[in-house]
Antibody, heavy 122, light 106 residues
Framework: EVQMVDSGGGMVQPGGSLRLSCAASGFSFGNYAMTWVRQAPGKGLEWVASISYSGDSSYYAVSVKGRFTISRDNSKNTLFLQLNSLRAGDSATYYC???????????????WGKGTTVTVSS | SYDLTQPLSVSVALGQTARIPCGGNSIGRTSVYWYQHKPGQAPVLIIYRDNKRPSAIPERFSGSNSLNTATLTISGAQGGDEGDYYCQVWDGSAVVFGGGTKLIVL
């Protein structure tokens, strides 16, 4: 069964940091681009960042560029998102998701994790 | 940046056909993807590459894309289809979502 389990969320003060993880299983993780998407309370889906299947290329939303870093460890089937300089506006549920086709750039997201919640508050 | 425009809500009578538009400049030239998102759940991919359905998605869901509008069509709408629907494109360096449409089944 294809599965992704997001973790690492929690409450953090403004300016703080968190590291989110996404453990994948049931598919050839290293063959698929991966993406983080978030949803703030009462808002729509917002793309955060994507990374190529090899990890050589990464892409960021303007709102997080320079503060967040996406990375992956294909030997451990795990995706990461390092969140630094957090702001109240970063409070959201963060979902990891895999691209639907192998060896392509992150065009879309087929399999999603259940999400992990980040709350930025003093 | 590329913008995708969706209506805030669409209402449909039970058993009837719902159509959710997604507007974008020359969107017909690129592939469009659609997701269903219900509260407390992970989003679900329901249409990819304009009009293809993942194997687990019922035939009632279909997509089209031409000129400046992509459309998600839900035939024979059911109560379980209520939720938020998002269109999405890849612009070469970024994933772009529409603002989302709440489907209300009356």
């Amino acid at each position: 069964e294809v599965q992704m389990v997001d973790s690492g969320g929690g409450m953090v003060q403004p300016g703080g940091s968190l590291r989110l993880s996404c453990a994948a299983s049931g598919f050839s993780f290293g063959n698929y681009a991966m993406t983080w998407v978030r949803q703030a309370p009462g808002k729509g889906l917002e793309w955060v960042a994507s990374i190529s299947y090899s990890g050589d290329s990464s892409y960021y939303a303007v709102s997080v560029k320079g503060r967040f870093t996406i990375s992956r460890d294909n030997s451990k089937n795990t995706l990461f998102l390092q969140l630094n300089s957090l702001r109240a506006g970063d409070s959201a549920t963060y979902y990891c998701a895999s691209m639907g086709e192998q060896f392509l750039s992150p065009h879309y997201m087929e399999v999603w994790g259940k999400g992990t919640t980040v709350t930025v508050s003093s | 940046s590329y913008d995708l425009t969706q209506p805030l809500s669409v209402s449909v009578a039970l058993g009837q056909t719902a159509r959710i538009p997604c507007g974008g400049n020359s969107i017909g030239r690129t592939s469009v993807y659609w997701y269903q998102h219900k509260p407390g759940q992970a989003p679900v991919l329901i249409i990819y590459r304009d009009n293809k359905r993942p194997s687990a998605i019922p035939e009632r869901f279909s997509g089209s894309n031409s000129l400046n509008t992509a459309t998600l069509t839900i035939s024979g709408a059911q109560g379980g289809d209520e939720g938020d629907y998002y269109c999405q494109v890849w612009d070469g360096s970024a994933v772009v979502f529409g603002g989302g449409t709440k489907l209300i089944v009356l």
